[in-house]
């Protein structure tokens, strides 16, 4: 089956540095993929869906400059989270749309812990 | 605005017993919906969807949705429970295939054994 894989699965950064957190499909090519933030015991929220090639589009209160994401190929979207401050400490999930079949896998997350 | 909506903020069941999670959407037309589950320390798995057709899905580890059209419902269900189902329960729904995911709230079921 298709999947999705994040790397790193955990990252602990100091405040005011800069993370980035990678976003593979590994059998599928995915022409958009989509980011999204769970808070503990929460529901993930989506930040931004990003298509390959073209700039990313970001949900309503998500600072664009603040959350970069870079879409450079078909199986690989990238997330930086610049700057960070230990309110940014959350699960990073993406999310990959198959490109033919419009099927949409999910990762297994990224836990940022800034501290 | 496009909206999803998990009434049942918390569950808490006895083993055996049967289960219904309640979903709801904003509104009609053409959509697409989900529902996943997220064990403890793990990550988002997908329980069932529903596209088209039959409007009774059966999904993994014997849990059904029913989509019922008139009341923009897609509630999750299934007859006995086990310990093992202890977990978050996302209902999710697409308003076309080109379109993202949005997420309900979630539903916490709690099983005691």
């Known amino acids: 089956g298709a999947v999705v894989s994040q790397h790193p699965s955990w990252v602990i950064c100091k405040s005011g540095t800069s993370v980035k957190i990678e976003c593979r499909s590994l059998d599928f090519q995915a022409t958009t993929m989509f980011w999204y933030r769970q808070f503990p015991k929460q529901s993930l929220m989506l930040m931004a869906t990003?298509?390959?090639?073209?700039?990313?589009?970001?949900e309503q209160g998500v600072e664009k400059d603040k959350f970069l994401i870079n879409h450079a190929s078909l199986t690989l979207s990238t997330l930086t989270v610049t700057s960070a401050h230990p309110e940014d400490s959350s699960f990073y999930i993406c999310?990959?749309?198959?490109?033919?079949?419009?099927?949409?896998?999910f990762g297994p997350g990224t836990r940022l812990t800034v501290t | 605005a496009q909206s999803v909506s998990q009434h049942n903020h918390h569950v808490i069941l006895s083993e055996a017993a049967s289960l219904e999670l309640g979903c709801n959407y904003s509104?009609?037309?053409?959509?697409?919906l989900f529902w996943y589950v997220q064990y403890p320390g793990q990550h988002l798995q997908l329980l069932l969807k529903?596209?088209?057709?039959?409007?009774l899905v059966k999904g993994i580890k014997g849990f059904e949705a029913e989509f019922i059209k008139s009341k923009f419902s897609f509630n999750l269900r299934k007859p006995s429970v086990q310990w093992s189902d202890t977990a978050e329960y996302f209902c999710?729904?697409?308003?076309?295939?080109?379109?993202?995911?949005?997420f309900g709230s979630g539903t916490r079921l709690s099983i005691r054994p």
């Open positions: 999710a729904v697409r308003y076309s295939s080109a379109s993202k995911i949005i």
């Open positions: 509104y009609g037309g053409t959509v697409n």
């Open positions: 990003s298509n390959e090639g073209s700039k990313a589009t970001y």
């Open positions: 529903y596209f088209s057709g039959d409007p």
């Open positions: 999310s990959a749309r198959d490109r033919d079949s419009y099927e949409q896998y």
